[in-house]
């Protein structure tokens, strides 16, 4: 049987092992291009901004899949159209999020200052004050539901994993879990309201009940990627420490939350991010107050979303002060979920297992 390897040289010539290829520069050219044009029909139609931009982003993919057509292959045209379409719909994405958060600086960067930081709005009249008191009550109802939330969302996860496996049980509360991921913000705020006035009648507001109301969405979402950490710590570490008599429960101390708590205490950490933004249960449970309260048992208590909901919504005869101060605390809220999604970065490195080399 006669191969290509038995075949002499001049008969392979026109195997071609590689075929012609778009300049690099060639989506950067397509782009402008396509800008270009589409700038050009804007003058003559009178089109908008927005409209430039979408016909920009046709032409684009149109033009260089086909020129890759007809310059490489089928095949290459395909992977540039579909780079192209990704490319732009992470594009698209990005344009609410830019302009959310451009729009949030510009508003809100001009009141930040030391006193925004430092004072409340206790006897604060017609003149700008500040939101430590919201600050204070965020953190500590934040603090409150992480409290609630993390050992029951944690062991929840280790029985789920170690302990009932695929039996019906873990089912049922996997099932559970999942229903209370889906249960809307304001509903929660609602069950802490009534549990609550079981126990200290009607009217009752603190920031317990704040932190209650957020500790229910928060479970779910901690047993959820407990959950899954823990399904990646391999059987080996475990059998290995059967193996050599060690009980289980120590197993699961020593080797198995040691070898998970990287990504659990990133799934922690998402989670709190997650929740410090709610408003609706704190505008039930927790109320809302001029002043600063560091008690979680008495009185309500402040928090920023609900100072942005109130200082927005109900200015009172100030708004040209009371409005940029909830544009201020909106920055904030956003700064402070930025460095909760960076610390569970660096705490998700810090404690990730050590592999040898």
């Given amino acids: 049987m006669t191969t290509l390897m038995d075949k002499p040289s001049d008969a392979l010539d026109h195997v071609s092992l590689k075929h012609a290829r778009l ?124 409290v609630i939330s993390v050992p029951i969302g944690l062991l929840t996860a280790i029985y789920l994993v170690e302990y009932g496996a695929k039996s019906r049980m873990a089912s049922s509360i996997r099932f559970l879990v999942d229903v209370m991921t889906g249960i809307p913000s304001i509903v929660a705020g609602l069950f802490a309201y009534a549990l ?81 933004g709610e408003t609706a249960p704190l505008l039930i449970i927790a109320g809302s107050t001029d002043s600063t309260n560091f008690n979680l048992f008495k009185d309500q208590m402040m928090t920023l979303p609900v100072f942005i909901y109130y200082s927005y919504t109900q200015p009172g005869n100030h708004p040209e002060i009371a409005r940029p101060m909830a544009w201020g605390a909106a920055l904030v809220l956003i700064l402070i979920v930025l460095v909760l999604n960076l610390l569970a970065r660096v705490l998700g490195k810090i404690f990730a297992p050590k592999t040898g080399h």
């Fill in 23 to 146: 300049p690099r520069w060639a989506p950067v050219l397509v782009l402008v291009i396509a800008f270009a044009a589409s700038g050009l029909l804007a003058l003559l139609l009178g089109w908008g901004p927005v409209a430039i931009v979408v016909v920009a982003l046709l032409i684009y993919l149109v033009v260089l899949p086909t020129w890759s057509r007809v310059v490489e292959n089928r095949r290459s045209a395909v992977d540039r159209f579909v780079t192209a379409l990704v490319w732009v719909a992470l594009g698209l994405a990005f344009v609410p999020l830019v302009s959310l958060l451009w729009t949030v600086i510009r508003e809100g960067a001009p009141v930040l200052d030391a006193k925004f930081f430092t004072w409340s709005m206790r006897n604060i009249v017609g003149e700008k004050g500040g939101i430590y008191h919201a600050i204070i009550g965020t953190l500590l109802i934040t603090a409150c539901a992480a």
């Fill in 196 to 276: 609550f006035v079981v126990f200290f009648g009607p009217g009752v507001h603190m920031g317990l009940g704040g932190g209650v109301a957020l500790s229910l969405l928060m479970i779910p979402i901690v047993v959820r990627s407990s959950e899954e950490m823990l399904k990646l710590v391999p059987t080996d570490l475990r059998e290995a420490a059967y193996a050599l008599g060690v009980p289980k429960w120590k197993t699961i101390v020593k080797v198995v939350l040691p070898t998970a708590l990287a990504g659990i205490i990133t799934g922690v950490t998402l989670a709190i991010a997650r929740v410090i």
